[in-house]
T-cell receptor, first 113, second 111 residues
Framework: GAVVSQHPSRVICKSGTSVKIECRSLDFQATTMFWYRQFPKKSLMLMATSNEGSKATYEQGVEKDKFLINHASLTLSTLTVTSAHPEDSSFYIC?????????FGPGTRLTVL | EDKVVQSPLSLVVHEGDTVTLNCSYEVTNFRSLLWYKQEKKAPTFLFMLTSSGIEKKSGRLSSILDKKELSSILNITATQTGDSAIYLCAVTGGSNYKLTFGKGTLLTVNP
């Protein structure tokens, strides 16, 4: 139990395009999901907290107009990186709050050319 | 601001050795401490420790929470090469469920 999926697992896009990443809790409902970013050899950096049916809460320094989050159902949250630039290249990981802990998706490797 | 410090930052051992990883924290209204293992992809959940559950064990892995010392240890006995990974410690506090992560301990188990 407590499986979280992410799609796509990796994406390469051109600068200026937008990329949508999906996060799904497969066998449980999650009112709260989290989006993280991880740079090589660094720990996870929380970007935002996504609450089902309401606006996301962004961490300081994270641009909400650039990283659009939608949590439309109890099993799905999406992160859209708008007008992506090379500096947005990173490993994006979502997690869903289950009954015991936060469970992480497998991550999405974004490369912006 | 919540803070988690892990030590050592990296560790190299031989198969069969026992290792102890450390985690200390400062958090407002402590709720829980979690251990995760991260290999090439995203972290996988190992343990959660709270005030009512200060010791957990699963196979060769065990963890203890010391609320007085604001710390936790993760023990791995009879290490195997498959234990090689980054081990992350995180805490939650207050009324939200945000995780504050430490920088992790990179464990390398050599055959």
């Amino acid at each position: 139990g407590a499986v979280v999926s992410q799609h796509p697992s990796r994406v390469i896009c051109k600068s200026g395009t937008s990329v949508k990443i999906e996060c799904r809790s497969l066998d449980f409902q999650a009112t709260t999901m989290f989006w993280y970013r991880q740079f090589p050899k660094k720990s996870l950096m929380l970007m935002a907290t996504s609450n089902e049916g309401s606006k996301a809460t962004y961490e300081q320094g994270v641009e909400k107009d650039k990283f659009l989050i939608n949590h439309a159902s109890l099993t799905l949250s999406t992160l859209t990186v708008t007008s992506a630039h090379p500096e947005d290249s990173s490993f994006y990981i979502c997690s869903a709050r289950g009954d015991i802990a936060q469970y992480f998706g497998p991550g999405t490797r974004l490369t912006v050319l | 601001e919540d803070k988690v410090v892990q030590s050592p930052l990296s560790l190299v051992v031989h198969e069969g050795d026992t290792v102890t990883l450390n985690c200390s924290y400062e958090v407002t209204n402590f709720r829980s401490l979690l251990w995760y293992k991260q290999e090439k992809k995203a972290p996988t959940f190992l343990f959660m420790l709270t005030s009512s559950g200060i010791e957990k064990k699963s196979g060769r892995l065990s963890s203890i929470l010391d609320k007085k010392e604001l710390s936790s240890i993760l023990n791995i006995t009879a290490t195997q090469t498959g234990d090689s990974a980054i081990y992350l410690c995180a805490v939650t506090g207050g009324s939200n469920y945000k995780l504050t992560f430490g920088k992790g301990t990179l464990l390398t188990v050599n055959p």
